[in-house]
């Protein structure tokens, strides 16, 4: 079964550090509209707040921007964050992304190897592209059918023991 697409959204911030607080802030937001529960929202929280913080150390001696774009789906939502300041284009880049290998250091995330690997324990699915400039993309996976048919097991269960 394929979950359709609800929406997608664009921002862009300076490569300044004093804004990363703004993505965290936002992601929170459209992570609670959708649902998510509140330790889900938080690893997502810190998952962006660490690749934007490597995208502006990446970015900002160019004074350029980050992007960041969330396409929710009923099932989920994807993060793509981006430090190269060009737009783009998530369908393009489906294709070029490849999955992050904590061992190998990519760019300037070699300090921010721990933070790769923080990342990708926080999220479901974490892939790269890092052509010109990195681009990170983060997959979380919205649990409501998990728990409801957890909930059911276990009220099951019990049904059968009383």
Avoid: W
């Amino acid at each position: 079964m394929t979950h359709s697409h609800i929406d997608h959204i664009e921002m862009s911030i300076p490569a300044k550090a004093e804004y990363v607080g703004v993505v965290r802030l936002t992601i929170s937001g459209i992570a609670n509209r959708l649902g998510f529960s509140y330790d889900d929202i938080e690893d997502m929280k810190i998952a962006v707040a660490e690749a934007c913080t490597n995208a502006v150390n990446h970015a900002y001696h160019e004074e350029g921007n980050v992007k960041i774009a969330c396409d929710l789906y009923e099932d989920r939502m994807e993060i793509i964050i981006a430090d190269n300041g060009q737009s783009f284009d998530a369908k393009d880049l489906q294709g070029k992304l490849g999955p992050v290998d904590s061992k190998q250091p990519i760019g300037d995330m070699k300090e921010g190897g721990l933070g790769l690997f923080l990342i990708s324990t926080l999220m479901d699915k974490v892939q790269i592209h890092d052509e010109a400039g990195v681009v990170l993309m983060m997959t979380k996976f919205l649990r409501k059918n998990e728990v409801e048919e957890h909930v059911d097991g276990i009220s099951s269960l019990q049904s059968e023991q009383g």
